[in-house]
């Protein structure tokens, strides 16, 4: 890698910078002195370079500002960043003569990175081993944050992104995922490591477990036998080990949330659901239930990725013990060396990779179970609907029945409407016989009345039964003029009732028209 990309790099790196420079520093000094520790605050150069010079083992351990439960801690608005400035940094990496590529390996979130290494020599010729790693973290711990706060969160709503963190809602927990970038130089004479932390500083039992892991294992309080020196690797497998653990706590902390999902779906299960209503309630819980089994199987997904990282890295240590030991020893690659025995492997780095290799079973075992909650969860929710469906077919047979009744009083009232209409249409037949023999009637009458009266009694003539024909012509006159008159009548009256008809028609036409041409 070029200086230029290098630079870019670090000032992408930048943004989790402090402006304030508060590093750890761990140091075993030569010839069986002891350990001894400082903080580096960018202005006691002189005095780290000094205890760098005794030193047989130096690392540094830069981490978030951790927050202790002492009250009257002053948190500074800075707490996520990273407790070192960038010309802090930049002068560590130049001291320790860190590779450029272990700035990258800090950015490669998505993607990450195993065990790299390269072997050169110093500024006397003599041989150097430089190796660097980024170890994937994923830690679990009781939920820091309110619901309300969970609710309003982005990160919240998109637990699906395995790089982020889940919340795990029935145990109230919460899954962070992290990053332990480390870089190891080994020389002749001395070790020099830096690691740098990106754990959250408000979860200190994480945050500083790699410094006092480092601790214990440099200061020799670790167990080894009587005036063996600590193993090179020690140091990397006791900070290894310790991410599997915080690993098994992981995977055991999804384990809790999936079978709690269970449980509460097999219980949901044997309910009697008598409503024939949608229940809002338990549709909403059975789509919580169904996202948060959807992001654990996402997240379960990176893990067999970043468990395989983890794997890799220890593998690569042990093998990379070889080179180290020849580093220690003084010689190079390149020259012709007698051939030495081959180190021991270290017993913790075989321990890492057994763990890793049965977290990996336990990672592909949740999985299934993930696969069988979210099997669990379709069946209950397709129940439910079922039963919906079988009570509101229930429903629908009430009410067929009911309009199957209608129907029938619906048949017999038009019966009865028919039997009127046929009484109706016999009484009409019988109006107009008695309105026919009326309009006979009435005339005849009429003018039997008035050729009753007493100044026709005195015509002879009129009184002589031959004269009936008179009586009956005038009758018969007099009802023709009444039939004609009521015949002309009725067929004005259809004409005027026509032409009103056809009026409207033409209107409702012509309002068509109008529409149809605009």
Same mark, same amino acid.
């Given at each position: 890698?070029s200086v230029d !990309?290098? &630079?870019?790099?670090m000032?992408?790196l930048?943004?989790?910078?402090?402006?304030? /420079?508060?590093v750890?520093?761990l140091?075993r000094?030569?010839?069986?002195?002891?350990?001894?520790?400082?903080?580096? =605050?960018?202005?006691?150069s002189?005095d780290?370079?000094?205890?760098v010079?005794k030193?047989?083992f130096t690392?540094?351990?830069i981490?978030r500002?951790?927050?202790t439960?002492d009250?009257?801690?002053?948190?500074p608005?800075?707490?996520?960043?990273l407790?070192v400035?960038?010309?802090a +940094?930049?002068?560590?990496?130049t001291?320790?003569e860190a #590779?450029?590529s272990?700035?990258?390996s800090?950015l &490669?979130?998505?993607?990450?990175?195993?065990?790299?290494?390269?072997?050169?020599? @110093?500024k006397k010729?003599?041989p150097?081993y430089t190796?660097w790693?980024t170890?994937? *973290?994923r830690t679990?711990?009781?939920c820091?944050?309110?619901?309300?706060t969970?609710?309003l969160?982005?990160?919240? =709503?998109t637990?699906?992104?395995?790089?982020?963190?889940?919340?795990?809602?029935s145990? @109230?927990?919460?899954v962070r995922?992290?990053r332990?970038?480390?870089?190891?130089?080994?020389?002749?004479? #001395?070790?020099a490591m830096?690691c740098v932390?990106f754990?959250?500083?408000r979860?200190?039992?994480?945050?500083?477990?790699?410094? =006092?892991r480092?601790?214990?294992a440099?200061?020799g309080?670790?167990?080894r036998p009587?005036g063996k !020196?600590?193993?090179p +690797?020690?140091?990397?497998a006791t900070?290894?080990?310790?991410?599997?653990?915080?690993?098994?706590n992981t995977?055991?902390?999804?384990k809790?949330?999936?079978?709690h999902s269970?449980?509460t779906?097999l219980?949901?299960?044997?309910k009697?659901v008598?409503?024939?209503e949608?229940?809002l $309630?338990?549709?909403?819980?059975?789509l919580a239930?169904?996202?948060?089994?959807?992001?654990?199987?996402?997240h379960l997904?990176r893990?067999?990725?970043e468990l395989g990282?983890?794997k890799?890295?220890?593998?690569?240590l042990?093998s990379?013990d070889t080179?180290?030991?020849?580093v220690?020893?003084?010689?190079?690659a $390149?020259? !012709? /060396?007698?051939?030495?025995?081959?180190?021991?492997?270290n017993?913790h780095? !075989?321990?890492l990779i057994?763990?890793?290799?049965?977290?990996e079973?336990?990672?592909?075992? +949740?999985?299934?179970k993930?696969?069988t909650v979210?099997n669990?969860l379709t069946?209950? *929710?397709?129940?439910?609907?079922d039963?919906?469906l079988?009570?509101?077919g229930g429903? &629908?047979g009430?009410?067929l029945?009911?309009?199957?009744?209608?129907?029938t009083a619906?048949?017999?009232?038009?019966?009865?409407?028919?039997?009127?209409a046929r009484?109706?249409r016999?009484d009409?037949?019988?109006?107009?016989?008695i309105?026919?023999l009326?309009m006979f009637?009435?005339?005849? &009458?009429?003018f039997?009345?008035v050729? #009753?009266?007493?100044?026709?009694?005195?015509?002879?003539?009129?009184?002589d039964p031959?004269?009936v024909?008179?009586w *009956?012509i005038? /009758?018969a006159?007099?009802?023709?003029?009444?039939?004609?008159i009521y015949?002309?009548?009725?067929?004005?009256?259809l004409?005027? $009732?026509l032409?009103?008809?056809l009026?409207?028609?033409?209107?409702e036409? $012509?309002?068509?028209?109008?529409?149809l041409?605009?």
């Open positions: 890698m !990309e290098a &630079t870019k790099e000032t992408q930048e943004k989790h910078f402090s402006k304030q /420079t508060s750890k520093i140091a000094l030569r010839d069986h002195a002891g350990f001894s520790e400082m903080v580096f =605050n960018g202005q006691n002189s780290f370079l000094e205890l010079k030193s047989k690392a540094c351990f981490n500002f951790i927050i439960p009250t009257s801690q002053e948190i608005k800075d707490k996520k960043r407790r400035s960038g010309h +940094l930049s002068w560590l990496l001291i320790f #590779s450029l272990f700035v990258s800090m &490669t979130l998505e993607s990450p990175e195993g065990l790299n290494s390269c072997g050169l020599t @110093d010729g003599r150097v190796c790693y170890i994937p *973290v679990a711990s009781a820091l944050d309110k619901d309300g969970h609710a969160s982005v990160a919240s =709503n637990q699906v992104d395995s790089s982020g963190y889940m919340h795990l809602h145990i @109230d927990h919460d995922p992290s332990i970038s480390v870089h190891c130089r080994y020389d002749s004479k #001395s070790c830096i932390d754990q959250d500083g979860l200190p039992e994480f945050a500083e477990e790699p410094y =006092n480092a601790r214990e440099a200061s309080e670790s167990p009587e !020196e600590p193993d +690797l020690d140091v990397h900070l290894l080990l310790r991410c599997a653990g915080w690993w098994y995977l055991y902390q999804v809790r949330q999936l079978i269970e449980i779906l219980e949901e299960s044997m009697r008598d409503s024939i949608p229940d $309630e338990a549709s909403a819980r059975h239930q169904k996202k948060m089994i959807h992001a654990i199987m996402s997904q893990y067999f990725t990282v983890l890799q890295i220890a593998a690569d042990q990379a080179d180290i030991s020849r220690r020893n003084g010689s190079s $390149e020259k !012709e /060396t007698p051939i030495i025995e081959s180190p021991p492997k017993p780095l !075989e321990i057994k763990r890793v290799s049965a977290l079973a336990f990672t592909k075992e +949740l999985d299934q993930a696969d979210m669990l069946q209950v *929710v397709n129940w439910r609907n039963i919906l079988v009570n509101g429903l &629908t009430k009410l029945l009911s309009s199957r009744k209608q129907a619906s048949r017999m009232v038009m019966l009865e409407s028919q039997q009127m009484d109706m016999k009409s037949t019988s109006m107009k016989t309105a026919l009326t009637f009435l005339p005849a &009458t009429s039997a009345a050729l #009753s009266m007493s100044f026709f009694n005195q015509q002879e003539w009129l009184n031959g004269k024909w008179v *009956v005038l /009758t006159l007099s009802t023709a003029l009444s039939v004609v015949t002309l009548s009725t067929r004005k009256e004409r005027k $009732e032409r009103k008809n009026g409207g028609e033409e209107a036409l $012509e309002s068509v028209d109008i529409i041409g605009s």
